[in-house]
């Protein structure tokens, strides 16, 4: 076999073994993808066109403004636990089952205010999901910010806790 046959062979045996190790490594995220876990998650453009996805500092700046409707696609333990100042809380979970209304205080939000969608971060899909349902409800503004609540604290920007809710009590999540 020639010197150059020999290259291409071992070219196509170290990409076949690459192939087989990262497989190997995310084979939980290939679970996953094969049950549809993501299906609800992904989205074509040209359907949610008022939907765009953001970068921490685009997050922060809108924060900053005061002008946007913040809010967090994450379980309600894990809002308690801390979240954007400001932000309420819509898990991702309840809004997208059937007959979910949205919160009252979103009912009376304008539908072409800049709404900012956020999660845990990572693999998080819950903002994903939160703006498809925002969009299907009427809003045409919907920045999400995939890096999400991991990012935020990452960075060191500024952090809110919930206080602890007797059990029964309703509240906006708010300190």
Same mark, same amino acid.
């Given at each position: 076999?020639? =010197?150059?046959?020999?290259?291409?062979?071992?070219?196509?045996?170290?990409?076949? /073994?690459? &192939? /087989? &190790?990262?497989?190997?490594?995310?084979?939980?995220? &290939?679970?996953?993808?094969?049950?549809? =876990?993501?299906?609800?998650?992904?989205?074509? %453009?040209?359907? !949610? #066109?008022?939907?765009?996805?953001? +970068?921490?500092?685009?997050?922060? *700046?809108?924060?900053?403004?005061?002008? +946007?409707?913040?809010? *967090?696609?994450?379980?309600?333990?894990?809002?308690?636990?801390?979240?954007?100042?400001?932000?309420?809380?819509? #898990?991702?979970?309840?809004?997208?089952?059937?007959? !979910?209304?949205? #919160?009252?205080?979103?009912?009376? +939000?304008?539908? @072409?205010?800049?709404? /900012?969608?956020?999660?845990?971060? $990572?693999?998080?899909?819950?903002?994903?999901?939160? %703006?498809?349902?925002?969009?299907? %409800?009427?809003?045409?503004? &919907?920045?999400?910010?995939?890096?999400?609540?991991?990012?935020? +604290?990452?960075? @060191?920007? #500024?952090?809110?806790?919930?206080?602890?809710?007797?059990? $029964?009590?309703?509240?906006? $999540?708010?300190?």
């Amino acid at each position: 076999m020639s =010197e150059a046959g020999r290259a291409v062979r071992q070219a196509l045996v170290l990409g076949a /073994l690459a &192939i /087989l &190790i990262a497989a190997a490594v995310h084979f939980p995220l &290939i679970k996953r993808f094969a049950r549809g =876990e993501f299906q609800e998650t992904f989205f074509q %453009a040209a359907e !949610y #066109p008022g939907v765009r996805m953001i +970068t921490l500092e685009e997050a922060e *700046d809108l924060w900053r403004t005061g002008m +946007t409707a913040v809010l *967090d696609a994450r379980a309600e333990e894990l809002f308690a636990q801390g979240h954007v100042p400001g932000a309420q809380n819509v #898990p991702a979970l309840a809004a997208g089952r059937a007959g !979910y209304a949205l #919160p009252a205080y979103l009912s009376k +939000t304008p539908r @072409g205010m800049t709404l /900012l969608v956020y999660c845990e971060g $990572g693999d998080c899909q819950s903002s994903l999901a939160l %703006a498809r349902r925002l969009h299907d %409800a009427g809003f045409r503004d &919907i920045r999400v910010f995939s890096e999400g609540w991991e990012a935020w +604290t990452r960075a @060191g920007l #500024p952090e809110e806790r919930s206080e602890k809710r007797e059990e $029964g009590e309703k509240g906006d $999540g708010q300190k």
